[in-house]
T-cell receptor, first 113, second 114 residues
Framework: DTAVSQTPKYLVTQMGNDKSIKCEQN?????MYWYKQDSKKFLKIMFS???????INETVPNRFSPKSPDKAHLNLHINSLELGDSAVYFC????????????FGQGTRLTVV | AQSVTQLGSHVSVSEGALVLLRCNYS??????LFWYVQYPNQGLQLLLK????ATLVKGINGFEAEFKKSETSFHLTKPSAHMSDAAEYFC????????????WGLGTSLAVNP
């Protein structure tokens, strides 16, 4: 069983389109995250939800909107895609205790053309 | 504020040689430190973590790291590199807050030569 699963694994789309990436975790964790990894492998946290409540919202364009229908799911919707949005997006989850490690999904490679 | 510095964006070793990946941290609170590995086209996987229980931490795949408070370091080592160790390695520190945020280093790419 995959602990943190993301779909799709690859996403190629044209500029201006709207797309969504889905994430589900079966670890029973209360906290979920979205990270962006650029071509230089730099990891940047975008959002974090704890039990469906937004707790981290880094400086991210408002074209990016997370949605958490329940604590096992955290989806990422992106409007009006731009070339610079091309990256690998990782979903992760963790327990709701400080100083705990995160468990990552396999990533979604988004390519905007 | 917490920060992490990984010295050396690229490290190359021969198979069977010692692996040493350096991580220095800055933290205003007792730190919780993590090493993650990312194999090509995969997500990040926890190698090991320091949570103040013991200064020498053993992880998966033969890796270990030693927490040295006086040097603010948490270097990752493995006595003998395998070809399969070639990957990207990330050091991270917990920001100590209740939002469970990790502060990440820029990563070190490890190449293992035959």
């Amino acid at each position: 069983d995959t602990a943190v699963s993301q779909t799709p694994k690859y996403l190629v789309t044209q500029m201006g389109n709207d797309k969504s990436i889905k994430c589900e975790q079966n670890l029973g964790h209360d906290t979920m995250y979205w990270y962006k990894q650029d071509s230089k492998k730099f990891l940047k946290i975008m959002f974090s939800y704890n039990n469906k409540e937004l707790i981290i919202n880094e400086t991210v364009p408002n074209r990016f909107s997370p949605k958490s229908p329940d604590k096992a799911h955290l989806n990422l919707h992106i409007n009006s895609l731009e070339l610079g949005d091309s990256a690998v997006y990782f979903c992760a989850s963790s327990r709701a205790t400080p100083n705990t490690e995160a468990f990552f999904g396999q990533g979604t490679r988004l390519t905007v053309v | 504020a917490q920060s992490v510095t990984q010295l050396g964006s690229h490290v190359s070793v021969s198979e069977g040689a010692l692996v040493l990946l350096r991580c220095n941290y800055s933290s205003s609170v007792p730190p919780y430190l993590f090493w993650y590995v990312q194999y090509p086209n995969q997500g990040l996987q926890l190698l090991l973590k320091y949570t103040s229980a013991a200064t020498l931490v053993k992880g998966i795949n033969g890796f270990e790291a030693e927490f040295k408070k006086s040097e603010t370091s948490f270097h990752l080592t493995k006595p003998s590199a395998h070809m399969s160790d070639a990957a990207e390695y990330f050091c991270a520190v917990s920001d100590g807050g209740n939002n469970r945020k990790l502060i990440w280093g820029l990563g070190t790419s490890l190449a293992v030569n035959p």
